[in-house]
């Protein structure tokens, strides 16, 4: 009896002075990086800061990063270099770095590398990305649709090519008529719940990132999308930008909303983002995007 | 599927082959409550003069083989139960059926009770736990009595929240628990978002818990089996109850027939006229909220060797909640078992049990949300046969054997927008396989060992799961314990620990391949003083090729099934400690735990930094460094009783956000979009958690028609605002954090009749 006691004793002294510790870590400032190439149009700006402690007020005025050497590289299909883009830190908004060639359009389905040092700093950034193909709506787009009515806004897209898996989309919602009595009455009864009313955020409404395997592929090829109710916020004529994202602007997206909470995992417990840059955080990513307009009637 | 049908066949036969006597004598029966007839599971019975005892089974049967003939003391107890003492006497090669009844004991002060040495096989095995439905019934309960929520109360098992009646046992999600209902698996066995369970406490006989070690004739699971018997139904008078509660209530009758008794419980919410009231002056009150259970049994004696039961469950919650103008949430979902079972008694050496069970699992849940429907709908389906023979061929052995095979069909479906987006169906066929014996080569060596075959025809998966224990009586009243054991598990459970009314479960295939792990625990079990008890045990275990779905899956469209996982590994580690007084007019019980758990995802918890494939150990949010709950129960009088539940936990573990940024050119929506950077996972932790809860009882009588009962109850009787977690408003500049606070003080009343 006297030595089970003993043994007890030991393993419970094992057990409460042997744990491993597991502390949390100090802060620690990283350089941002944020940057969306998009298919036919210039180089993106690059906006370059540093993170904050989560307790300080955060600005980019007050982080931002300057002397910074900034280069975007096209590669071809071997990952070499096929061109190099210098960058320079505009004057007027200290720390975004635009490309001196302003002329050059991005293009679809090409790879970007995008290469950052330092003057003052020995951090060294980098990260590509992969441009989806061009987004193409080719059917007919009706003037108006009623809301919520059985004849749902269909868009057509022009079989895309894949650099990934699949393609991602996303449906961004522009109104051109932004007005509390134009509300559509989920998002009215949003509105009506806050103090302080303000109907800029839902100016430009998305329906967040889907997948093209939601979506019904045509005899030809063409991809049928049927445009997602929620997304519209008002009434009247709003344009309807249908954009195609990269892997990089995905992952950090979908990521941030598991931050933010929502997920599996249990309150309480926050992730990291999934950023896809060596050497510090942030999104350096791409996207190509279509445009067509309609006006979304009341119901009868 | 011919190795399935040898299988049968050759258990088939076995039920209908002679078996012959030896020399030596042999006692057997079934062990019940003389009052209603119900078996007694795990009651003790021995011959007091050769100190040679058992104890019975699942089923209520005992057997002692292997009897020198002469005149004996057959002594049976259980708890609650007077001691009963019958002398025999045997002759040479006789089997005597001797069926014993035990009468419940009244209120007693301060008796202590003798026993034999053999006596107190009082089934403590290593790593299990039984928790009784008086405890159940008697301890403050959060408006409703729960299974679950007294199982809480045990060393080695924890609760996530206050809202929450999930089992956390050693450092396993709810998930890693097989529960069984009458021996058929119950895949969500919750109502009320999770606030309790769906085991109505007026059904239920006997709930025994394998925290961990648990033998060969379970698989499935990585760590632990909780086990759940209906009653059968009063054998000698028709008797029932009625309890009325503030969340629901609760009605049951069960009695005799000619050929055996039957059980009927239901139990409803009663809310509706309450959410009526509150529909008319607040908002975002459900349109539609209620759960009901049905628990029904009906056994049938068709001679003295062979017993048939049906029994079967059916719950289900639905709930439609609009939470905005044109947006509802709708849940709905639930579960269906069946299981019919045959128990032979072939000879005094052999006993058997076939069971067929159906189980059916569903969950809908759904949002609409300005116009757009998003629907979910898994289902599984789960139809199996079971046979299980207990062979004693002599004193020293009792083997086991046993065969589960069945058909497992999970399908999980999404819909967007009405367009069907993901689907995925799995059917396969399951077969186990089980030996174990039993060793006693002398009084102080108890040797378990067993093996058991699981294969999964989906994915062809076949693994070996060995296992043994070994028990020491060297020591006068202390059993030294010590258990080892592989086990594997093929399902894996999407959850919210927030509520389970969106449990998912998505099972191993092709590329994903089932969870593993081993268990090594040691114990040590001795009775300090009479009517007291105290437990200790150390347990350690691993888990590895853990297969959870990816938190990061936003949209399962177009993914493999092997993409839907995040794939990684774990471990556990801990210590109980459980002193408990059983006799007298105070009782209750001390549980003390100390529990390690970690996981690791590659990609999860990396360094920001660091190659995106590592990852690092983290706790998750169940893990309680200490964790003590103090029970008590105490008869004021014959009619008045009170019980206290005190627990203590440390904090839960919490992430704590350092830095943060901001991007302002997404190219859709409208505002910046704040990000934060975190260190270390869940590596800062919440201030302790603890509260009392006290309830007294009135017992009486209802106008003469029967027993009465009244329970008044104030949980978290010092309002003890617990945090249940750290809420970050992120749209604040600087981040400002929220306490999410747990339950409040509660008081509640409820009144019971049993007629």
Known sequence: MKKVKTTLITFFALLLFGCESYNQDDYREYIVVEGYAVAGQSLPDIRLSTTAPADAEYSFEDNFIRNAIVLVTLLDENGDPEEVFEYAESTEEPGIYTALIQSYQVEALRTYKLDIVFNDRDDLISATTTVPDQVDVVNEIP???????????????????????????????????????????????????????DISEYVRNSSGLINEGNFDPLPDGNILLRFPWIGVAFYGDNLVVTLSVDENLSDVIRSQDVQLGGSTLSPGEIPNLLYNIEGGIGVFGSFSADTVQTSFSRPF | MIKTLSLFIILIGLVYQPVYSQDGASVNGYITDSQTGETLLSANVALLEINRGTSTNTSGYYSITDITPGTYTLVATYIGYQRYELEITLEEGENLRQNIELIPQGVELEEVVVESQAEREAQRNIGRAEVSTELIKEVPAIIEPDVFRSIQLLPGVKAASDFSSGLYIRGGGPDQTLILLDETTVYNPTHFFGFFST??????????????????????????????????GNRNETTGSVSLGLLASRVSVEGP??????????RRSTLEPVLAVLRQSVDSVPDL????????????????????????????????????????????????????????????????????????????????????????????????????????????????????????????????????????????????????????????????????????????????????????RSFSNVRLQAAYGRYYQYLTLITNEAFSGFDIWLTSDNGVPPSYGDQFVAGVKTIPFEGYGLDVELYYRTMRDLFEFDPFVNDAAGLDYSELFRYGEGYAYGLEVFFEKQTGRYTGFIGYTYGITKRKFPGFNDEILDEPLSGRFYPPKYDRTHDVNFVSTYKLSERWSVSAVFNFASGQPYTKPLGRTQFSGVPWGSSERDIFTVGKLNASRLPSYHRLDISFSRKGTFFKLGDAEWQFQVINAYSRRNIWFYNYDFEENPVERQDVQLLPVIPSVSYTVNF
């Open chain 1, 143 to 197: 003037e108006s649709v009623v809301y919520q009515s059985e004849n749902q806004l269909e868009i057509v897209l022009a079989e895309p090519q894949q650099t990934s898996d699949q393609n991602i989309f996303v449906f961004n919602t522009i109104s051109l008529e932004p007005a509390i009595d134009n509300l559509t009455p989920f998002y009215l009864s949003i509105i009506e719940d806050e103090e302080d009313v």
């Open chain 2, 199 to 232: 085991f109505n406490p007026d059904a239920v006989k006997d709930v025994r818990l394998y925290k961990g070690g648990y033998p060969a004739e379970f698989g499935g699971r990585l760590g632990s089996v909780l086990t759940v018997f209906n009653k059968d």
């Open chain 2, 257 to 266: 027939y000619s050929r055996g008794s039957w059980m009927l419980a239901v």
């Open chain 2, 289 to 472: 909220f209620y759960f009901y259970d049905i628990n029904g049994k009906l056994n049938f004696d068709a001679t003295a060797d062979d017993r048939f039961s049906i029994a079967f469950y059916t719950g289900n919650d639905n709930v439609s909640l609009p939470f905005q103008e044109d947006a509802t949430i709708k849940l709905n979902y639930g579960n269906q078992t069946v299981s019919t079972k045959w128990r032979r008694i072939i000879s005094e050496e052999l006993f058997s049990s076939v069971t067929a069970t159906g189980s059916r699992y569903f969950n809908q849940p759904g949002f609409e949300i300005g116009g757009t429907p998003f629907e979910s709908n898994n289902k599984i389906y789960d139809f199996s046969l079971k046979g299980d023979l207990e062979y004693l061929p002599n004193e020293k052995n009792t083997i086991s054997t046993g065969i589960w095979t069945g058909i497992l069909t999970l399908s999980y479906a999404d819909q967007f927008d009405d367009q069907p987006t993901f689907s995925n169906r799995i059917q396969s066929t399951y077969l186990s396989a089980y030996v174990q014996n039993e060793w006693r080569p002398n009084s102080q060596w108890i040797i378990n060992g067993g093996l058991r075959l699981n294969t999964f025809a989906e994915g062809n998966f076949y693994r070996f799961e060995p296992r043994l224990s070994i028990e020491n």
